[in-house]
């Protein structure tokens, strides 16, 4: 049973790959993906579009650059600095270099899956409409 890390590590060369069953096989049936800041999608069918549109229109690949792990049980948090170099189908670049927030949960069969996933980092702090507080 892989740890939290081994199974961002695992679903990262599913991407890689271009696997989309293998992708969705990593959340939990209701988790959350922010898609981009401002825009988050939910559950299954909606991961699967997300994805589907990703995998069609962009071919790439990404890696974790520096990651860690805080694990409270049954709950695990990974933060990482990723990257991600490659190109639109048309042949146009495509790069990105960002901080993730993803909380996974251990499944009664020891899996962990992805809760909820935020590749956006802090830049969900600047959408429309995110939430603050005053001082």
Request: proline share 5%.
């Given at each position: 049973?892989?740890?939290p890390?081994?199974?961002?590590?695992?679903?990262?060369?599913?991407?890689n790959?271009?696997?989309?069953?293998?992708?969705?096989?990593?959340?939990e049936?209701?988790?959350?993906?922010?898609?981009?800041?401002?825009?988050?999608v939910a559950?299954?069918p909606?991961?699967?579009?997300?994805?589907e549109w990703i995998?069609?229109?962009?071919?790439?690949v990404?890696?974790?650059?520096?990651?860690?792990v805080?694990?409270?049980?049954?709950i695990?948090?990974?933060?990482?600095?990723?990257?991600?170099s490659?190109?639109?189908?048309?042949?146009?670049?495509v790069?990105?270099?960002?901080?993730?927030?993803?909380?996974?949960?251990?499944q009664?069969d020891?899996?962990?899956r992805?809760v909820?996933?935020n590749?956006?980092g802090?830049?969900?702090l600047?959408?429309?409409?995110?939430?603050?507080?005053s001082?």
């Amino acid at each position: 049973m892989p740890s939290p890390l081994e199974t961002v590590e695992l679903l990262d060369d599913a991407f890689n790959r271009g696997d989309l069953e293998a992708i969705l096989g990593f959340y939990e049936e209701g988790a959350a993906m922010v898609l981009e800041p401002g825009r988050i999608v939910a559950g299954r069918p909606e991961l699967r579009r997300a994805y589907e549109w990703i995998l069609n229109n962009i071919r790439g690949v990404a890696r974790q650059e520096k990651t860690h792990v805080i694990d409270a049980g049954d709950i695990a948090l990974f933060t990482s600095k990723w990257s991600y170099s490659g190109a639109t189908t048309d042949g146009g670049p495509v790069s990105r270099e960002s901080y993730a927030s993803v909380v996974l949960r251990r499944q009664r069969d020891g899996d962990w899956r992805i809760v909820v996933d935020n590749s956006w980092g802090p830049a969900v702090l600047d959408a429309e409409g995110a939430a603050s507080e005053s001082p």
